[in-house]
């Protein structure tokens, strides 16, 4: 990843994710709990990641004006499934949607990562059951990062 807020947030999230064990002490069940504040968070990732590399495209490749519009309109997504990553793409250039899509399809399981923390969180935030645990946040969060630095490549080699 090359945004330096991006970075600061996933070193964070993975500071958290490293002290759960102790945290914890062993207590299963408060590990469980301790799953669901770490997917939520990994869910607040996703989120500032498809606004923060769009908006350090677009603040080296146009004006004021779009900037300003542009980071508005990505602020404003929330819960991005895997269909709003290759959504948003394809906002910006109709061939970067379909190179998202593309390798979703050639790495499936990059597509459930990012798809299972927006589930997850989900299911927490309404007070569903859910069996998401730690170990499988760091294992999607892991997954996750691998699409951002995907998306950062694209726009890379558009500037």
């Not at 949607?97 to 399981?109: A, C, I, Q």
């Not at 989900?122 to 499988?136: D, F, P, Q, W, Y």
Request: charged fraction near 25%; hydrophobic fraction near 35%.
């Amino acid at each position: 990843m090359q945004n330096v807020e991006l970075i600061k947030q996933y070193k964070k999230l993975v500071q958290l994710i490293d002290d759960t064990d102790t945290s914890t002490d062993g207590d299963l069940e408060l590990q469980g709990h301790w799953g669901k504040y770490l997917c939520v968070l990994a869910s607040g990732f996703l989120e500032n990641a498809i606004s923060a590399v769009y908006s350090d495209f677009v603040s080296q490749a146009a004006s004021a004006h779009v900037i300003q519009y542009t980071q508005k309109n990505l602020d404003k997504i929330q819960n991005p499934k895997s269909d709003k990553f290759i959504a948003v793409a394809s906002q910006f250039k109709k061939s970067w949607g379909t190179e998202l899509k593309n390798h979703f399809d050639e790495h499936p399981e990059n597509k459930q990562a990012i798809d299972s923390i927006i589930t997850n969180r989900h299911l927490v935030a309404h007070g569903k059951t859910t069996s998401i645990s730690v170990h499988r946040v760091r294992d999607y969060l892991e997954k996750s990062v691998k699409i951002i630095e995907f998306i950062e490549g694209q726009c890379a080699n558009q500037i």
